[in-house]
């Protein structure tokens, strides 16, 4: 099964709002436990390598946000989110 990184544009967003470079970013991911590299977070951010559960979390732990935040908005004609819609109104 091929998994896709949907998260890489909103995690540089929100780095770049928080005036942080990647190198920095890699670092305070580091310190908050999460063993990465500028090279690594270069290719979240790029949709380059999968980012399981784990890494989401730390994600959103040293950006701030809810893990909510960083997947794409919901928008009329996005499959993903169509799907998760019917998912969600479908009573089982």
Do not use: C, H
């Not at 784990?54 to 994600?59: A, E, N, P, V």
């Not at 893990?67 to 928008?75: A, D, K």
Request: hydrophobic letters at 35%; a positive charge; glycine letters at 6%.
């Amino acid at each position: 099964m091929r998994y896709k990184n949907n998260v890489g544009p909103q995690v540089r967003r929100r780095r770049y709002a928080l005036g942080w470079s990647q190198s920095e970013f890699a670092t305070k991911l580091q310190i908050a436990g999460f063993d990465i590299s500028r090279s690594g977070v270069s290719k979240i951010e790029a949709r380059l390598s999968y980012v399981d559960d784990k890494t989401l979390l730390y994600l959103a732990e040293v950006l701030r946000v809810p893990v909510q935040e960083l997947f794409p908005p919901r928008t009329p004609g996005n499959r993903i989110y169509d799907f998760m819609e019917k998912l969600e109104t479908t009573r089982f």
